[in-house]
């Protein structure tokens, strides 16, 4: 059973643009919620990460939003350009799963 | 500091050939995973460790066999390859769970 729940699969943004991929989970006992971005033929490297005692966390022009009532989790990417294509996944903490992947394509 | 290093970054193996895929990390992490990606697809578990000497199976461990004797090594062993094993492979360390993963380079496998 999928331990987190990521959408969309892909996404299209023109450059400028804010890219928005969202991830849902069901385990309340969660309390590290971090993004993955991976270019093709590389390793996933830990992008932004948040802890449920804050709603937002920003580092540059990526920002982690987070809900703890509905139990969801947002990576926002403003500004985005084309060197952020990439492939994105969320994941939380306690669980060894991975959300299903995001493929970002910023059109410029 | 080199992190999570893997070796080889890329392998052909026959159909029924063995290999092992190294992994070492220089973090100290206790915790170390094996992943496999598919292409186009996101990661699925084959084993993991919390600690040396201790092992535990994924989501995916049939075909695959770990061991963990020393912090810092976590090798994956294959054993009769099949083409179902043909994907990319990756080690990954956290010092806990509550900490993010580090990532290897992969390793690129190809069972024919």
């Known amino acids: 059973q999928q331990q987190v729940k990521q959408s969309p699969q892909s996404l299209i943004v023109q450059k400028g643009g804010i890219s928005i991929i969202n991830c849902a989970y069901e385990?309340?006992?969660?309390?590290?919620f971090p993004w993955y971005q991976q270019f093709p033929g590389k390793g996933p490297a830990l992008l932004i990460a948040?802890?449920?005692?804050?709603s937002e966390k920003k580092e540059g022009r990526f920002t982690i939003s987070f809900n703890k009532s509905a139990k969801q989790f947002s990576l926002h990417i403003m500004d985005s350009q084309p060197g952020d294509s990439a492939t994105y996944f969320c994941?939380?903490?306690?669980?060894?799963?991975f959300g299903t992947g995001t493929s970002l394509t910023v059109i410029p | 500091n080199a992190g999570v290093t893997q070796t080889p970054k890329f392998r052909i193996l026959k159909i029924g050939q063995s290999m092992t895929l190294q992994c070492t990390q220089d973090?100290?992490?206790?915790?170390m995973y094996w992943y496999r990606q598919d292409p186009g697809m996101g990661l699925k578990l084959i084993y993991y460790?919390?600690?040396?000497?201790?092992?535990d199976k994924g989501e995916v461990p049939n075909g695959y066999n770990v061991s963990r004797s020393t912090t810092e090594d976590f090798p994956l062993r294959l054993e009769l390859a099949a083409p179902s094993q043909t994907s990319v492979y990756f080690c990954?360390?956290?010092?806990?769970?509550?900490?993010?993963?580090?990532f290897g380079s992969g390793t690129r496998l190809t069972v024919v």
């Open positions: 948040i802890r449920p005692d804050v």
């Open positions: 460790s919390v600690g040396a000497g201790i092992t």
């Open positions: 994941a939380a903490s306690m669980s060894t799963d």
């Open positions: 990954a360390s956290t010092p806990d769970r509550g900490h993010g993963y580090t």
């Open positions: 973090m100290n992490h206790n915790y």
């Open positions: 385990n309340t006992a969660f309390d590290y």
